[in-house]
């Protein structure tokens, strides 16, 4: 069961650096230079993560996180992934991502290259962060060193600037 969620009272405990990060949490558009474009000019390694001008709408998820893990792997990151396990609930096959304790709304990705960790929500370009979700990226948003993002498909000028970075 999904809590509410009171947006404007989230909104007054984020931290500014939160709320530019994430904008689409707030139901604000991200700031990029290229709103609707990704760059295909970028020096990765390998740019067929990026070089995706005509593909990345309308894509899903799954396919937003693969590719993204692939950009991240290519500038260097280590990442940890929580993939979802099929269980058996009333006899049909259903898709969770098995966590105990607090960890419901966990982010869907961690990513490390010294200095830097990152936490990740991936959505689609239609998905919302859940109120569990946006508590969690609150709370790691707080925490020294950690930065927090929540990213969809159309946000590709705005990852690449974040993980090409050594801040």
């Known amino acids: 069961m999904t809590a509410n969620i009171d947006l404007a009272e989230l909104r007054a405990n984020a931290s500014p650096e939160f709320i530019a990060a994430n904008p689409q949490v707030f ?4 700031v990029s230079k290229q709103a609707n474009n990704m760059p295909n000019n970028m020096p990765v390694q390998n740019q067929n993560s990026f070089n995706l001008q005509n593909s990345y709408k309308n894509i899903s998820e799954a396919t937003f996180q693969q590719r993204l893990i692939k950009a991240l792997q290519e500038n260097g990151w280590k990442v940890c992934e929580f993939r979802k396990a099929r269980i058996k609930k009333g006899g049909i096959d259903v898709y969770r991502t098995p966590f105990g304790a607090d960890g419901m709304g966990f982010p869907d990705l961690i990513a490390a290259r010294p200095p ?30 950690v930065e927090t993002y929540c990213w969809q498909p159309a946000h590709w000028d705005t990852i690449y600037e974040v993980i090409k970075n050594d801040r």
């Not at 139901?27 to 991200?30: E, F, N, S």
């Not at 960790?117 to 020294?144: H, R, T």
């Open 27 to 30: 139901g604000m558009q991200p």
């Open 116 to 145: 830097r960790v990152l936490f990740i929500e991936n959505k689609s370009d239609s998905g919302q962060a859940s109120p569990e979700q946006i508590k969690w990226l609150l709370l790691l948003s707080k925490c020294q060193g």
